[in-house]
């Protein structure tokens, strides 16, 4: 069973600070994937990393991917009232026997105005 | 491009009952998934599609089934409902492989 460990589960911040946002595994994943979740709705896809090292960047949203590929951070620099929400990282792993993803337990983030 | 669609939204059953859950891929993905989301356990993957075949499944009792047509769409039957089914539950495809899964925004399920 590979898991997932995500943290923190909860950040309450003001706008305009910084924030990082863990992602830990035992596990090899053949990529991972972030995910954005507000109420009522579905995850949407962030990011997908796939290579060791890897680092990517969605306007103040920076992602890294582990070398070892087991682990992953989203830091969001200046964040605003629109980034609050579920963040969710997702472990992909894909074989023989199809794929399958394995989330963390999430991170629910709120920016204060 | 048309999303992953979900029907229906809303749902509310009673114990012992059965429902189904109905998705239709992203256009041209032959891959779909179905995930249970609670504010306990978080998501966890219920089972995999592909070309109509169940590839891999999670661990969970075999109530819980499904299947995929030859359009790729896919629907999720649960069996004798009970109280701890109640949940949100969420579909995603993709083109398989290595390639990203994409949500629908799921059918809430209740149960009373």
């Known amino acids: 069973t590979q898991l997932l460990e995500q943290s923190p589960q909860f950040l309450s911040i003001q706008e305009g600070e910084n924030l990082t946002v863990y992602c830990n595994s035992s596990s090899v994943f053949s990529s991972l994937q972030w995910y954005r979740q507000e109420p009522g709705e579905g995850p949407v896809l962030l990011v997908t990393?796939?290579?060791?090292?890897e680092v990517k960047k969605l306007k103040r949203l920076t992602f890294q991917f582990g070398d070892a590929r087991k682990d992953s951070s989203l830091h969001i620099t200046a964040a605003q009232p629109g980034d609050t929400g579920l963040y969710l990282c997702?472990?992909?792993?894909?074989?023989?026997?199809?794929?399958?993803?394995?989330f963390g337990g999430g991170t629910r983030l709120m920016v204060k105005p | 491009k048309a999303g992953v669609t979900q029907t229906p939204r809303y749902l509310i059953k009673t114990r012992g009952q059965q429902v189904t859950l109905s998705c239709s891929p992203i256009s041209g993905h032959r891959s779909v998934s179905w995930y249970q989301q609670t504010p306990g356990q978080g998501l966890q993957f219920l089972f995999e599609?592909?070309?109509?075949?169940?590839?891999n499944k999670g661990n969970f009792p075999g109530r819980f089934s499904g299947r995929q047509f030859s359009n790729s769409r896919s629907e999720m039957n649960v069996s004798t409902l009970e109280l701890g089914d109640s949940a949100l539950y969420l579909c995603?495809?993709?083109?398989?492989?290595?390639?990203?899964?994409?949500f629908g925004d799921g059918t809430r399920l209740s149960i009373l």
């Open positions: 599609y592909f070309s109509e075949t169940q590839r």
């Open positions: 995603a495809s993709s083109l398989g492989g290595e390639q990203p899964q994409h």
């Open positions: 997702a472990g992909l792993f894909w074989g023989d026997a199809g794929n399958m993803l394995t």
């Open positions: 990393v796939v290579t060791g090292g």
